[in-house]
């Protein structure tokens, strides 16, 4: 089982900036990619973005492109989540995956490992 650990969430004001990381252990493969994607409240979740282990090719939403980018470190088994020009629309819960079972270019990518999520709150 991998285990996924997220943190970095917290309040911060439109217009400002977060950042987020993910970091995964544990026996099982992680896979060759990891994602985050965000649930708000009484939403259904959504894909934000998606990175490869190997080659580091990344996979944003529309939403997010421009404002989010999202990297790793290798040696950490970690994925950060940079969030600038964050929005009120951008709160919810983001949540970390680990070992995808589907394409990443997609838009609703699919992954084997969850994260409990870290919470984003962004006032106007």
């Known amino acids: 089982q991998v285990l996924l650990v997220e943190s970095g969430g917290g309040l911060v004001q439109a217009g400002g900036s977060l950042r987020i990381s993910c970091t995964a252990s544990g026996r099982t493969s992680i896979g060759p990619a990891m994602g985050w994607f965000r649930q708000a409240s009484g939403e259904e979740r959504e894909f934000v973005a998606a990175?490869?282990?190997?080659?580091?090719?990344?996979f944003y939403a529309d939403s997010v492109k421009g404002r989010f980018t999202i990297s790793r470190d290798n040696a950490k088994n970690t994925v950060y989540l940079e969030m600038n020009s964050l929005k009120p629309e951008d709160t919810a819960l983001y949540v970390c995956?680990?070992?995808?079972?589907?394409?990443?270019?997609?838009?609703?990518?699919?992954?084997?490992?969850w994260g409990q999520g870290t919470q984003v709150t962004v006032s106007s």
């Open positions: 995956a680990a070992d995808p079972r589907s394409p990443l270019w997609v838009p609703y990518p699919e992954f084997h490992s």
């Open positions: 990175i490869t282990w190997s080659a580091g090719a990344k």
